[in-house]
Nanobody, 124 residues
Framework: QVQLVESGGGLVQAGGSLRLSCAASGGTFSNYGIGWFRQAPEKEREFVATISWNIGTKYADSVKGRFTISRDNARNTVYLQMNSLKPEDTAVYYC??????????????????WGQGTQVTVSS
């Protein structure tokens, strides 16, 4: 059973940066794709970015050029570097894991394991 724990959220002014981390335990980390999703109040959870087990990446249009996803398999951790943050980036950010060797996915259905989330608040 894979367990995921997010960290790194907080309050930042518009234009600022944050780096989120998703630490995994259980399973063979390098075999899993890890994605980030976010959910703002009264909105659906939406895809942000993902990195597959074979280091493919995909981003939502709304974050392209501002966010970067990366992974460190030696540390069982995926990072989401968020730059040029905007108030509309405010949400709870969740990391999620696929099944082993799963295809890259930008939908919730592609993920089996979920973390508890970390709050990101961007003030204007």
């Amino acid at each position: 059973q894979v367990q995921l724990v997010e960290s790194g959220g907080g309050l930042v002014q518009a234009g600022g940066s944050l780096r989120l981390s998703c630490a995994a335990s259980g399973g063979t980390f390098s075999n899993y794709g890890i994605g980030w999703f976010r959910q703002a109040p009264e909105k659906e959870r939406e895809f942000v970015a993902t990195i597959s087990w074979n280091i493919g990446t995909k981003y939502a249009d709304s974050v392209k050029g501002r966010f970067t996803i990366s992974r460190d398999n030696a540390r069982n951790t995926v990072y989401l570097q968020m730059n040029s943050l905007k108030p509309e980036d405010t949400a709870v950010y969740y990391c999620a894991g696929t099944r082993p060797f799963w295809q890259i996915s930008d939908t919730r259905d592609g993920y089996t394991y979920w973390g508890q989330g970390t709050q990101v608040t961007v003030s204007s």
